[in-house]
T-cell receptor, first 111, second 114 residues
Framework: SQQGEEDPQALSIQEGENATMNCSYK?????LQWYRQNSGRGLVHLIL?????REKHSGRLRVTLDTSKKSSSLLITASRAADTASYFC???????????FGKGTHLIIQP | DAGVIQSPRHEVTEMGQEVTLRCKPI?????LFWYRQTMMRGLELLIY????????DSGMPEDRFSAKMPNASFSTLKIQPSEPRDSAVYFC????????????FGEGSWLTVV
């Protein structure tokens, strides 16, 4: 399966701390994307990193990609209560047009 | 843009009834996806369309599920007959361009089959 696996499954930190989530996948990819899902809502795209990129930033988000280890990490700096959500990595691989999602990391930011 | 619009947002139905979920993708997007989300299985791709043509329906769980896209602005996912194990959140999503581009999700249809 191409499915990404997020780690940890759940993470609880204090507001202001940094949150790091990891994603591992199994075979070659074209790109890897991170999405956020607030409770009761649809998924929202956060950031896309292509297979030839190693790091990408967007505001308080930093994503790294290590294709040799088939892994990616999402770092959220200076976390806020509004960052409480589930975070999913999704992989896009050759020959398929749909993204394959992991089961997500549930992040709780405690005020 | 209004984003991907799904209806109904919530549906409770009795086992054996027919359920039809509807989706309006973002205008101009040529890919449309139907996903199902459950606690046990996470987010599963059921079927996707490109230019209104079904490309891959290998994720459709069984013959009780069917999906259509009669035109670029409308798609349906039908379950007939419904069973309690079909209870889940069903997401429609759309994307523009080639494989692996950003996917835009609707807010989901929360289905409960009792």
């Amino acid at each position: 399966s191409q499915q990404g696996e997020e780690d940890p499954q759940a993470l609880s930190i204090q507001e202001g701390e940094n949150a790091t989530m990891n994603c591992s996948y199994k075979t070659s990819i074209n790109n890897l994307q991170w999405y956020r899902q607030n409770s009761g809502r649809g998924l929202v795209h956060l950031i896309l990193i292509r297979s030839n990129e190693r790091e990408k930033h967007s505001g308080r988000l930093r994503v790294t990609l290590d294709t040799s280890k088939k892994s990616s990490s999402l770092l959220i700096t200076a976390s806020r209560a509004a960052d409480t959500a589930s975070y999913f990595c999704a992989t896009a691989w050759g020959g398929a047009d749909g993204l394959t999602f992991g089961k997500g990391t549930h992040l709780i930011i405690q005020p | 843009d209004a984003g991907v619009i799904q209806s109904p947002r919530h549906e409770v139905t009795e086992m054996g009834q027919e359920v039809t979920l509807r989706c309006k993708p973002i205008s101009g997007h040529d890919y449309l996806f139907w996903y199902r989300q459950t606690m046990m299985r996470g987010l599963e791709l059921l079927i996707y369309f490109n230019n209104n043509v079904p490309i891959d329906d290998s994720g459709m769980p069984e013959d009780r599920f069917s999906a259509k896209m009669p035109n670029a602005s409308f798609s349906t996912l039908k379950i007939q007959p419904s069973e309690p194990r079909d209870s889940a959140v069903y997401f429609c999503a759309s994307a523009a361009g080639t494989s692996g581009n950003t996917i835009y999700f609707g807010e989901g249809s929360w289905l409960t089959v009792v």
